[in-house]
């Protein structure tokens, strides 16, 4: 059986009811195999705790980024709350060793099965939630999701300004922004990237990155502020 106060020390949560965690991690073939194990699979939980992980990261979402409109947050949030994103969560945490599974599903390679490490997630914040409370649940979700935020930011929302400011200069000009490299310094590991953004021979913005590409989403935001 699964260590849950191990697993408990792992997620930095101290809970009050340890079989709420315990569920959390119960797979339905495990209940199939075991059907007098009392608790209960994990579904109902992860049926709540999709709920409050997408309220939880649209709060964040709203407060972080106050200039960026519905689209982009609705886009940021479900790459944050996908099961891809969720399943790379569960390996910092190393959930999968914590799921109580069948053995058949245990054969199949369950514990590295995206589904099951994405709901046995989100039945964990819901366990947290019930727990815990409102501020512990939060602090928990924006702990657990730090590397994904910082890593869908890069390769997201940024990129959605240069998307945004191509449709706004072709729907007025119809050309498309051109971007020029204005300066490259720092050694190959650490470069640092000047890019400007021009329609009609006027510059419109101008953006800093570690590369290339975020150099050109930094000058593309400044742009649509100009605009």
Not at 192 to 205: H, Q
């Amino acid at each position: 059986m699964a260590d849950v106060k191990e697993f408990q020390n792992i997620i930095g949560v101290d809970f009050q009811n340890m079989s709420l965690l315990e569920q959390a991690l119960v797979h339905s073939s495990y209940i199939n195999e075991n059907p007098d194990y009392t608790l209960g699979h994990n579904e109902k939980l992860e049926f709540l705790g999709d709920a409050i992980l997408g309220f939880f990261v649209a709060e964040k979402l709203y407060k972080d980024y106050p200039d960026a409109n519905e689209g982009e947050m609705t886009r940021l949030r479900a790459a944050l709350v996908s099961r891809d994103a969720l399943a790379r969560v569960t390996m910092g945490i190393r959930l999968g060793d914590f799921l109580y599974l069948g053995r058949g599903e245990e054969s199949s390679g369950g514990r590295q099965k995206k589904a099951n490490l994405a709901g046995a997630l989100e039945a964990v914040i819901a366990a947290v939630y019930l727990d815990q409370g409102e501020n512990v649940t939060r602090d928990f979700i924006v702990r657990i999701l730090d590397k994904e935020m910082k890593r869908i930011d890069r390769k997201d929302i940024m990129v959605d300004y240069k998307s945004r400011l191509q449709e706004t200069i072709q729907s007025r000009h119809q050309i498309t922004p051109e971007y020029r490299l204005v300066s490259e310094k720092g050694p190959d590991h650490d470069k640092t990237f000047t890019v400007e953004v021009i329609v009609n021979d006027t510059v419109l913005g101008k953006g800093t990155g570690k590369s290339k590409k975020e150099a050109e989403t930094e000058a593309a935001r400044f742009a649509l502020e100009n605009l």
